[in-house]
């Protein structure tokens, strides 16, 4: 059953489930399946390569389903003409993280791509409703990759509040099941966004040992920090560093980050031999928090499924029933995200 909340509304979709645009992993097979299965597939343009996201954007011509794509901001600004390349693709958005989208808003709105922007902060937020975004990402500390320093549950009802109701707000960092949907919406939130969860993916493009480790991970088993940055030598920006699994690189490295850039040279060079031999022990597998909650690679459809599942059985008091009948139903009464169960 659909669950009807603003943000299906704008982006046009069934349920408020939107998967990440990880950088390359997120390729069109996995923007296409969690379209096709009613939520909204985000083709993740990442650092800019312009032969593959050519090559992906191709696969989509096809696609019925509303899908969008996504850039890092900062990155994107050194290969703006990469915008043109995704806005030919007929995105229903397009989604910026970790920067000023402000260069960039003119070009996608006119295009008639809704913008989508990730924030961590209330300044970041200001900055993303001020440049003319239609949907804001609060992302928390707890999501895999990059991201600051404010949890989830702190940041998201921050920004539900800033927003006041101009216009819908997902939440991202942690969440990896229907509980996870429930409780985000119950704070304002009018969907997630998740990274990890479809990750473990049949239609991720990322490594299968990759995800086996995710299956493998418990909730404690992720850092957040600059050892994998610094290793790749692909230094971001304050305030943004990356979450990833731990390994025996991170585990070498911790607390240990100046004695790691002053080896760089030797660290870079062993850190490069081992993403190209797909050795997992060195090379980071990016993921968040939510790992110690998934446990399998179904398809990307069936993952929407479930967390839709869930979710709504939870929202309409059929599970935790205890806790159910001590509080107000979240679809009654004010909210920040006006939600609205169809049937």
Same mark, same amino acid.
């Given at each position: ?15 408020? @489930? ?23 597939? @985000? ?18 011509? #096809?696609?019925?389903?509303? *899908? ?5 901001? $900062? ?7 990469? %915008? !043109?390349? =995704? ?16 260069? *960039? ?17 209330? !300044? ?10 239609? @949907?804001?990402? =609060? ?13 989830? @549950? #702190? ?21 990896? !099941? ?15 966004? %998740?990274?990890?969860? *479809? ?5 991720? #493009? ?26 790749? +030598? +692909?230094? $971001? ?25 002053? +080896? ?15 050795? *997992? ?14 446990? #399998? ?7 929407? !499924? ?38």
């Amino acid at each position: 059953m659909p669950i009807s909340t603003p943000l299906t509304a704008r982006l046009g979709i069934q349920h408020p @489930i939107l998967s990440a645009p990880m950088d390359v992993i997120a390729g069109a097979r996995l923007t296409s399946a969690v379209s096709a299965a009613g939520g909204f597939g @985000i083709l993740g343009g990442g650092y800019g390569d312009r032969a593959w996201l050519e090559q992906e954007t191709a696969k989509l011509a #096809d696609l019925s389903d509303p *899908f969008g794509i996504g850039f890092i901001t $900062w990155s994107l600004a050194k290969q703006p003409a990469l %915008l !043109d390349v =995704a806005l030919e693709a007929g995105p229903r958005a397009i989604m910026l993280s970790f920067g000023d989208p402000t260069p *960039f808003a003119p070009r996608v709105k006119s295009s008639g791509a809704l913008l989508i922007c990730q924030v961590q902060d209330e !300044d970041m937020a200001r900055q993303a409703l001020d440049a003319g975004a239609e @949907i804001l990402i =609060a992302q928390g500390t707890e999501a895999g990759g990059h991201g600051a320093s404010r949890s989830t @549950i #702190d940041i998201v009802p921050a920004i539900v509040d800033l927003a006041a109701g101009r216009v819908p707000v997902a939440a991202a960092g942690g969440i990896g !099941d229907g509980r996870g949907l429930a409780a985000m919406m119950m704070l304002g939130a009018s969907g997630v966004l %998740l990274g990890t969860r *479809f990750y473990a993916s049949q239609e991720c #493009d990322g490594a299968d040992e990759a995800k086996r480790r995710i299956c493998a991970a418990t909730s404690g088993n992720s850092v957040r920090g600059i050892i994998f940055d610094l290793s790749r +030598n +692909n230094v $971001w920006p304050a305030p943004f560093t990356g979450r990833c699994l731990i390994n025996d690189h991170a585990r070498r490295w911790m607390g240990r980050e100046v004695e790691l850039m002053q +080896n760089i040279k030797a660290v870079a060079a062993e850190y490069a031999a081992a993403r190209a031999a797909g050795n *997992f022990d060195i090379a980071a597998v990016i993921a968040g928090e939510a790992v110690g909650l998934i446990h #399998d690679i179904p398809p990307a459809g069936e993952i929407v !499924d479930r967390i839709v599942t869930e979710a709504e059985q939870i929202l309409g008091g059929r599970r935790n029933s205890v806790a159910a009948s001590s509080f107000p139903s979240p679809l009654v009464g004010e909210g920040g995200a006006d939600i609205v169960r169809a049937g």
